[in-house]
C-alpha cells in the first residue's frame, strides 16, 4: 500500500479535562445520577467537537490526521482494556454478548461496586496521573471491540475530517498490567503477546475501515529498563502486527491504517545504542516512529539513516509535552536542522502528550509580571510545534519573531527578580551532615510511646476530610470579597471542630483537624511561600474526574511566616488526643508543581525543605507531638532506568531528612505514600528514617506486606485497608481481613489501621460508615491479638 501523508507538525495529544473542567463536571453529575448516560455522551462529544476546533484555530489541520483523536471519558489503559476485551474473571459479567463493554461497566472497572475493589490504580510512569492497571492471565479472552473509537473516527470522517485515533501499543499494554489473582506463579502477562497482538490487527483493520489514514500506537514503556530488555519483544509484536495474511494483504483482506509509534518519556532501547529500536521498526514497516528529545537521548546516526532507508517518518519530540516553560526555539530549530541532514526532513512533534499541562496562557490574569512571558500551556506549545515546523520548512529568517521573542523571554527569566537569591544559595551550600540525621530509631520510639500512650493497632486518617460544597462555597466567597477574612476564619474554626467531634465519636486515636483550610496539598504551601506562583485555571487531570492545579516553581524559596501551626493548635485544643500536624514534604511539593529546570533538582528539593525544617520546628514548639510530612511521590519521580535511580533516591531522601531531622526523640514524625510500587523504593522508604509510614495498599490487597516482611522493615507502618479512591463502602469483615493480611508479616507493635488516603474527594456519609467499619475492625483485632486468637476473616 502507499504511505498517506504524515503532517509536517503535530502533537501526540491534548487535555481531555476541557479548559473549564467541563468532563469533571459531567462525570460528577453523570456519577451522581444528575446525567443519564446520552447525555454525558453528548458532553463528551461536545468537548471532543471543541476541542478539534481550537486545534485547527492554532494552525493544525483536521484533514491530514495532525490532530490527535485521544480523548478518554477516565483512562488511556482502560481503554485499551475494554476496546481489547480484555476483562479480568471477577468482572466477566460486565461483558455484553459480543463481549463489548458498556458505561456502567467501563465506570465499575475504574470505581468499583459494592462487592467489588476496581482495578488496581498506580502512576503512569513518573508522572502524576494514574492509569488503571490491567489484571491478566492465562485464560483472559482478547477480541477487536474498539466500537466507540471506530465509530468516532466514521462520523468525522464523514464531516470531512481524517484525525489519527491513538491507543496504548501492545507492548506497553502488557508491560504495565499485572497478572490476574489465581495465574500460576511466575506468570507473566507478555506471554499473552501474540494473542493481543492479534486482537490489535482487528483493531486497526476496523479504524482502517472507519477511514483512518494512520494510527498512534504509544510504546513508552519501550523507554523503561524493562522494556529495553524486551526489545525482542517489541519486533516480535511489530513483526506479527504488520504481517501480511495469507492472501498477501494486510489485515484479514483489506488495507490497513499506517502506522506512527510514539515512545515519549525517555530514551528508547538500549543506553548504548539510543533509538536502535525505532530503526528495527522502521525495517518491519513502521511508517512513522517518533523520540523524546527533551528527557531521551537521540538516535545515534545510523540508526537514523537506517529509518530514512526504509521511508519512515522521524518525528522529533523537541517540544516538551510535561513542563510548561517556553521552548528555546533556537536551539530547537538547530537541532532540527542537523537531524534534517541526517535523515529525512523530520516531523515535528510534542514529546508526550499535552494532558500532562495546562490548556491555554492566555486566560490567567494574576501570575506576577513578566512570569507568563516564561510559560506556555498545552495552546502555546501547539503553536511553537508549528512555529518550528515552519523554520523548518522555510528557514529561520521565517520565524524571526518568534525567535527573538523566545531568546528575550528566557534572558528575562534568567534575570527576574527572586528567580537567585544569594542568601538561599548560601544557605543549602552551608548544610553540614548533622542537618540529615536525627539519633537513634528505638530510643525515639521508646520516647514516643512514653509521650503518647497510644493503643495497641492505632487508628487514625492520613489527614484531610472531605471538602464539602460548604467549604468550597466559602473558600470562593473570601476570594471574591463577599466574605470577610473574619467570618472565613470562624466558619474554619467550626468545621474544624465539628471533624473534631466527628473523629472522637467515630473513635479514632490519633486526629486531624481536616485541612478545610486547603485549596491542595501541594498549592496551600505554595501560596505561602516564596518563589511559586498559582494559576487560576491551570488545571491538570490526575485521573478520572480528579484534577489538580500544579503551582509553578520559578524562583529560590523561602517561608515568610507559619503556615499551619495556627490550625494545627486550635484543633489540639479542642481535644485530648493527640492531632497530627500535616505538611507536604519537599519532593511531593516538586513532583505535584511545574519545577523550574535552571537548577538541579536536588538544590530545589534543599530549598524547599528548608522552608517545612522551619514550619516543623514552629509546630513543635507549639506543643505538636506528632508531626506528618506526606510523600506520595517518592517513587513517581524515582528514573524510568536503574542506572538513574541511586543518585534521585540519594537527594529526594536527604530532603525529607532535612525537613524532618531537628526535631527532639519524643516528637513522632509520620510521612505517607501512595499509588506506587513500593517493593522499588523499599530502602528508601526506610532512608526517610520517619518514625511511621502509612501507605497506599487496600487496591492490591496489601501485596506490598510481603515486600516490607522481605525486607524486615522495623518502623511503624500502616499499610492502607481503605480504598478512598472509589465511592463503595468496604465492610468491617473486609478490613478485618486486610487487617489480618497486614499481621501476617509485620509485627503488631508497628501496625497502625489507617484508610489509603486523605479523605478530602470523598462525601461525609460514606467517609464516616467506612470509618467506623476501620475502628470496629483494629478493635476486634486488638481485642483478638490480646486474647490470643486468630485475627481477620479468611477470604475477606
Known sequence: ???????????????????????KKALDAHWAGNLDTAGLQSASRELQENTISRLTELGLSATDSSIPADFSLYDQVLDATVALGALPSRFADLAGPDGSIDTAGYFTLARGDAERQPLEMTKWFDTNYHYLVPEIGPRTTFAPLAHALTTLISEHRGAGRTLRPVLVGPVTYLLLAKAEDGAPAGFDPLERLDDVVAAYRGILAALADAGADWVQLDEPGLVTDRGAAHADIAERAYRSLLAADDAGTSYY?????ALLVTTGYGTAGDRDT?????????????????????RGAQPQAETLLRIGAFGTRFVAGIV??????????????????????????PAVATTTSLFHVPHRLDVESSLPAGVADWLAFADEKTSEVLTLARGLAEGAEAIRTQLEAATAARTARAQGTGVHLDAVKARTSALAPTDFERGDADERAQAQRERLSLPLLPTTTIGSFPQTTEVRTARAAVRKGTLSESEYQQFLRAEIARVIELQEDIGLDVLVHGEAERNDMVQYFAENMDGFSATEHGW???????????????????????????????????????????????????AWSFVRDDQPLAETANQVALALREEIADLEAAGTAIIQVDEPAL?????????DQDAYLAWAVSAFRLATSGVRQATQIHTHLCYSEFG????????LDADVTSLE?????????????????????????????????????????????????????????????GLKTRGYTETEESLRHLVAAARAARTGLTAGEPVGVTGA
Open 1 to 23: 500500500m502507499s504511505t498517506p501523508h504524515f503532517p509536517a507538525a503535530t502533537i501526540l495529544g491534548y487535555p481531555r479535562i476541557g479548559p473549564n473542567r467541563e468532563l
Open 253 to 257: 483482506g483489506g488495507r490497513r491504517p
Open 274 to 294: 539510543p533509538g536502535e529500536i525505532l530503526g528495527v521498526l522502521a525495517e518491519l514497516g513502521v511508517e512513522a516512529v517518533h523520540a523524546d528529545l527533551q
Open 320 to 345: 516538551d509535552g510535561r513542563n510548561i516553560w517556553r521552548n528555546d526555539l533556537s536551539a530547537s530549530l538547530t537541532t532540527l536542522q542537523t537531524l534534517a541532514n541526517t535523515t529525512t526532513v
Open 540 to 590: 491538570v487531570q490526575s485521573y478520572g474526574s480528579r484534577c489538580t492545579r500544579p503551582s509553578i516553581l520559578w524562583g529560590d524559596v523561602t517561608r515568610p511566616k507559619a503556615i499551619t501551626v495556627e490550625w494545627t493548635s486550635y484543633a489540639q485544643s479542642l481535644t485530648a488526643h493527640p492531632v497530627k500536624g500535616m505538611l507536604t514534604g519537599p519532593v511531593t511539593i516538586l
Open 635 to 643: 517513587r513517581e519521580l524515582l528514573p524510568l532506568r536503574a542506572s
Open 680 to 687: 522499588e523504593v523499599i530502602s528508601a522508604i526506610d532512608g
Open 697 to 757: 495498599a487496600a487496591r492490591s490487597r496489601l501485596e506490598v506486606v510481603a515486600d516490607l516482611a522481605g525486607f524486615g522493615y522495623r518502623r511503624g507502618i500502616g499499610p492502607g485497608v481503605y480504598d478512598i479512591h472509589s465511592p463503595r463502602v468496604p465492610t468491617e469483615e473486609e478490613i478485618a481481613g486486610l487487617i489480618g493480611t497486614a499481621l501476617q508479616g509485620l509485627d503488631a507493635s508497628r501496625l497502625w489501621i489507617n484508610p489509603d488516603c
